[in-house]
């Protein structure tokens, strides 16, 4: 286990305060002892505040340990997974957005240390930022403009984790017309026809784009649209009360019975028990 020590390198937030941002995520969750998530590609940035509790987080095959009172910067294109340790939890405040494709290179993971009036400084404006997020016609200049000013203070004071004094390693291969498919897909990846439109967007032959898809993400084009729309499934289990026949179809899934087969699959508990039912 690495300790989260730091580089002696600041966090340049600066591109992201100059580009237009779309927020796609926004919420707070605690989370039981186990694994939180998948260990997949991201292809949006995340910015994590962790209220309670600590987190085993994993970035290119390196680990840290993550206390309360931290905040962190998880960029784009990194293959990550986290998970809760032994006996404990972890409660977090969290936004996933999006930067339209900025090319910036890979800065590496982003850490901040809060003081205690940090810490609260920063817990109300997350709050304030997933309050318009869950708004039914979110205002997306308002959403944007917590999110620059989050990002802004979180420049002032974070650093980039380093593991025992070396830089991450780099992150994976991706063909240009992969990414850029893969831009889009958050618009569509619900829609009957997400993977012939992934296929058409990168302008690629299918078997060869596979083959590249693959490579970078280490799962199929296919396999990769089910984890978004269950994880988008989760999301809605936990914060809405919908019921799951509902959200199987909002997900992209018209049989009920193959999405709760699929959701128990990827995530190890069936959909009704995400609300202790």
């Given at each position: 286990?690495?300790?989260?020590?730091?580089?002696?390198?600041?966090?340049?937030?600066?591109?992201?305060?100059?580009?237009?941002?779309?927020?796609?995520?926004?919420?707070?969750?605690?989370?039981?002892?186990?694994?939180?998530?998948?260990?997949?590609?991201?292809?949006?940035?995340?910015?994590?505040?962790?209220?309670?509790?600590?987190?085993?987080?994993?970035?290119?095959?390196?680990?840290?340990?993550?206390?309360?009172?931290?905040?962190?910067?998880?960029?784009?294109?990194?293959?990550?997974?986290?998970?809760?340790?032994?006996?404990?939890?972890?409660e977090i405040?969290?936004?996933?957005?999006?930067?339209?494709?900025?090319?910036?290179?890979?800065?590496?993971?982003?850490?901040?240390?809060?003081?205690?009036?940090?810490?609260?400084?920063?817990?109300?404006?997350?709050?304030?930022?997933?309050?318009?997020?869950?708004?039914?016609?979110p205002r997306?200049?308002?959403?944007?403009?917590?999110?620059?000013?989050?990002?802004?203070?979180?420049?002032?004071?974070?650093?980039?984790?380093?593991?025992?004094?070396?830089?991450?390693?780099?992150?994976?291969?991706?063909?240009?017309?992969?990414?850029?498919?893969?831009?889009?897909?958050?618009?569509?990846?619900?829609?009957?026809?997400?993977?012939?439109?992934?296929?058409?967007?990168s302008g690629?032959?299918?078997?060869?784009?596979?083959?590249?898809?693959?490579?970078?993400?280490?799962?199929?084009?296919?396999?990769?649209?089910?984890?978004?729309?269950?994880?988008?499934?989760?999301?809605?289990?936990?914060?809405?009360?919908?019921?799951?026949?509902?959200?199987?179809?909002?997900?992209?899934?018209?049989?009920?019975?193959?999405?709760?087969?699929?959701?128990?699959?990827?995530?190890?508990?069936?959909?009704?028990?995400?609300?202790?039912?």
């Amino acid at each position: 286990m690495t300790k989260p020590s730091l580089s002696s390198a600041g966090f340049d937030v600066r591109p992201w305060l100059r580009q237009p941002l779309v927020i796609l995520n926004a919420g707070r969750r605690r989370f039981p002892l186990g694994r939180a998530t998948q260990h997949e590609v991201v292809t949006t940035h995340r910015l994590i505040l962790v209220l309670r509790g600590q987190m085993d987080y994993t970035l290119e095959d390196q680990t840290w340990r993550i206390p309360a009172g931290v905040q962190l910067f998880v960029p784009a294109w990194s293959r990550r997974v986290w998970s809760v340790p032994v006996r404990g939890f972890c409660e977090i405040l969290w936004c996933e957005f999006d930067d339209g494709g900025l090319e910036t290179g890979r800065p590496g993971l982003g850490i901040r240390r809060l003081t205690k009036p940090e810490k609260w400084l920063e817990k109300n404006a997350h709050l304030r930022l997933i309050r318009h997020f869950a708004e039914e016609a979110p205002r997306e200049a308002l959403l944007e403009g917590e999110l620059k000013a989050l990002l802004a203070r979180f420049g002032d004071r974070a650093e980039i984790a380093s593991a025992r004094g070396r830089r991450l390693p780099g992150p994976p291969e991706f063909h240009p017309r992969v990414k850029l498919a893969l831009r889009g897909l958050e618009h569509y990846y619900r829609e009957p026809d997400a993977l012939d439109r992934l296929y058409q967007a990168s302008g690629l032959s299918p078997n060869y784009f596979r083959r590249q898809f693959v490579r970078a993400l280490q799962c199929s084009p296919r396999t990769f649209i089910e984890r978004l729309r269950l994880r988008r499934a989760r999301y809605l289990l936990r914060e809405t009360p919908r019921s799951v026949k509902e959200i199987a179809g909002e997900v992209g899934y018209s049989d009920a019975l193959y999405f709760s087969k699929s959701y128990r699959r990827f995530w190890k508990i069936a959909p009704s028990r995400e609300r202790g039912g």
